[in-house]
């Protein structure tokens, strides 16, 4: 990771903001700011100096994953103390923080505590910076996203009737961690049969039948980084609906994917499925948003929404997702991660999108 050219960016934006330094809370931005992957850290850094403050148990690994950083440490207890030292040293009067991570009362003990004039929200300083994947993070992503690709391949030789869907989830997290995984983006959702109209029917004790449709909804976790994927498959022959269904839903996304670069908003993007899927009548039965970004988070920006006002720029990972459910019959949704591109996209996924029946 680039944490040099990362810090000059974080301060070009302190600067804007007319800032003195930030503290950095939340766990994926002290990571992607500092290479600390531990789970107990804050960040001091001011347009001059970079701080990790953390406990005695992690000492010794932010030393040595953090070397750009100062590494402090703080006892039991003594964490808003040895901050405000930290600020009247280095002479601090204006501080952004992260709104999105502080709760109420941690926000109001910094403020009460803390030596300072101002005490500004960031307003998402560090997930700006992470919104465009640089070619370190490319390379993890696509490994995470091989995992899960693989994974797919593997796990359908174990949909078969009786199974029980939360035994074909486990599945899939095992093979994903014994492939490199440190685990799984987010609770593994397969969802058959009617449940398949629930969007994230995460994997409960139902048993498959014969004619259910099957929705596998999954990610890898992979060196600090996210993967996400969905395909649809059929225990046995589909009934009528089903298949019409699940051809609408593949041609939303292949034709979402052709529009899906550079220069376009998200919400041009998202209409291209949500269009598609209006004219064959489906337009209630598909809910949620085409697709979101993914990175250090499951969910971040950009979005693919009727909302999306952000213009897609090269480097932007981002899923596509089309999907119509409709209760009691049952629902279809494919899922692809993309890299945003000059005119066509990156498709990271590889996994088999045609109708697979087993």
């Known amino acids: 990771m680039d944490i040099k050219k990362r810090l000059r960016k974080f301060r070009e934006g302190l600067i804007k903001?007319?800032?003195?330094?930030?503290l950095i809370t939340k766990r994926e931005n002290y990571f992607y700011m500092s290479g600390f992957t531990g789970t107990a850290a804050h960040l001091l850094i001011t347009r001059d100096n970079a701080l990790l403050i953390t406990d005695f148990r992690y000492i010794e690994q932010a030393e040595k994953e953090a070397p750009l950083y100062e590494v402090v440490q703080h006892q039991h207890g003594t964490l808003i103390a040895t901050i405000n030292k930290l600020v009247k040293k280095?002479?601090?009067?204006s501080l952004g923080f992260e709104e999105s991570d502080l709760t109420y009362g941690k926000y109001?003990?910094?403020?009460?505590?803390?030596?300072?004039m101002d005490f500004v929200p960031l307003k998402g300083l560090v997930e700006e910076l992470r919104v465009i994947k640089d070619q370190d993070?490319?390379?993890?992503?696509?490994k995470a996203v091989e995992i899960a690709d693989n994974a797919f391949v593997h796990v359908l030789n174990y949909i078969k009737p009786d199974i029980r869907e939360i035994e074909i989830a486990a599945e899939i997290e095992y093979f994903m961690k014994k492939s490199g995984a440190t685990g799984s983006s987010f609770d593994t959702i397969v969802a058959s049969g009617l449940r398949s109209s629930m969007p994230h029917g995460v994997a409960s004790e139902k048993k498959l039948r014969m004619g259910d449709p099957v929705t596998l909804d999954y990610g890898a976790l992979y060196g600090g980084y996210c993967s996400d994927i969905t395909r649809t498959v059929f225990l046995g022959k589909p009934s009528p609906e089903l298949i019409k269904i699940y051809n609408i839903v593949l041609k939303a996304q292949l034709e979402s994917l052709e529009h899906a670069h550079k220069g376009r908003l998200g919400k041009e993007v998202d209409m291209v499925a949500r269009e598609i899927i209006l004219k064959e009548g489906y337009g209630?039965?598909?809910g949620h948003g085409l697709g979101h970004g993914v990175g250090l988070e499951i969910h971040e920006e950009p979005r693919?929404?009727?909302m999306g006002t952000r213009l897609m720029e090269n480097?932007?990972?981002v899923t596509v997702e089309?999907?119509?459910y409709v209760s009691g019959i049952g629902g279809v949704r494919i899922e692809d991660m993309i890299v945003i591109n000059d005119t066509n996209p990156i498709i990271l996924t590889k996994a088999k999108k045609d109708m697979i029946i087993l």
């Open 108 to 116: 109001s003990e910094f403020k009460e505590k803390l030596d300072i």
């Open 304 to 306: 693919f929404s009727p």
């Open 90 to 93: 280095t002479g601090i009067n």
């Open 315 to 317: 480097g932007m990972v």
């Open 137 to 142: 993070e490319l390379a993890v992503l696509k």
């Open 17 to 22: 903001r007319n800032l003195d330094a930030a």
């Open 284 to 286: 209630e039965y598909f």
């Open 322 to 324: 089309p999907g119509i």
